[in-house]
């Protein structure tokens, strides 16, 4: 990151760290206390390897930073962990891109919140990926990286002990998903647009993930993170180039539901719960 042009302030936990620019004090502290809690969760069970650190840029520093539309979250690897960029506010041309779509969701019965409110929660998910990264879980398959990412995201937020974000991040999976009815995509269109995937098209894989994420951290918590991270133990080094085969196999050994789960992507599943390369669109 191009931090050396940069003039940021530090406002440190001792289980993450942050650093913003000037006058996103308050928005850091909030966004530190909601991570916060997921980290540790995570740290205790995971063991990240690297840091996961916290940014929040206002305009201009974020123009420094990267190349990209100020306003939506994501997550940068750096030498020794990874940083969450954040905004210090949702510019208004930024959120209105949602407004069609949350108003058909409304439409069909599910009534979104304010968009600020779905926006935080993505920073959520940049936090999954930033602990993925640092616990070996990248496998470099974009659609499992979204859903370990989203997975991650869940699972913490279950074990800090609350309801209410489960039943949050509920209501937001069933509004990305009503905003997107008439869309179907196969796991390959994840894999392949890089970039260039449409926001709605976009909505409806994450909402798809997160519904999947909620259906699934209730039932194996913990441990299908940990048994997926065993079966691929090099993931995060040098084999973080696997065929993507692999990775789906070793997928579906550790949770065989993931069958019958493809077909929501329009996939037929498998006869052979190993004869993974027949599922179209999961493996090349």
């Not at 520093?61 to 210090?88: E, H, K």
């Not at 040098?238 to 085969?245: D, I, L, M, N, Y």
């Amino acid at each position: 990151m191009r931090s050396a042009r940069l003039y940021l302030r530090s406002l440190n936990d001792e289980v993450l760290s942050a650093r913003h620019s000037q006058g996103a004090r308050t928005r850091t502290a909030h966004l530190l206390g909601f991570l916060v809690p997921l980290q540790a969760a995570a740290r205790d069970v995971l063991a990240p390897s690297g840091e996961v650190s916290l940014l929040v840029a206002g305009t201009r520093d974020w123009q420094l930073i990267c190349s990209y539309p100020y306003g939506l979250p994501f997550t940068r690897n750096v030498p020794g962990g990874s940083v969450i960029v954040a905004a210090a506010d949702y510019p208004e041309r930024m959120t209105r891109r949602f407004d069609d779509l949350f108003l058909t969701a409304g439409k069909a019965g599910v009534a979104p919140g304010h968009v600020s409110e779905f926006l935080d929660l993505i920073v959520g998910h940049e936090w999954g990926h930033a602990v993925a990264n640092q616990s070996g879980l990248r496998t470099m398959v974009r659609w499992l990286d979204e859903f370990m990412a989203t997975y991650l995201f869940v699972q913490a937020l279950l074990s800090t002990g609350g309801t209410a974000g489960e039943t949050l991040l509920s209501k937001w999976a069933d509004v990305q998903v009503a905003a997107t009815a008439e869309l179907r995509a196969a796991l390959d269109e994840f894999e392949y647009p890089r970039g260039r995937m449409g926001l709605p098209q976009m909505l409806w894989f994450q909402g798809t993930f997160m519904r999947r994420a909620l259906e699934l951290a209730p039932q194996r918590g913990w441990d299908l993170v940990l048994a997926l991270r065993s079966a691929l133990p090099d993931v995060g080094g040098p084999g973080a180039s696997r065929h993507r085969g692999d990775v789906a196999r070793a997928l579906i050994e550790v949770e065989r539901s993931f069958r019958q789960w493809f077909a929501v992507f329009g996939e037929e599943p498998p006869a052979d719960p190993l004869d993974v390369e027949r599922a179209a669109g999961v493996l090349e």
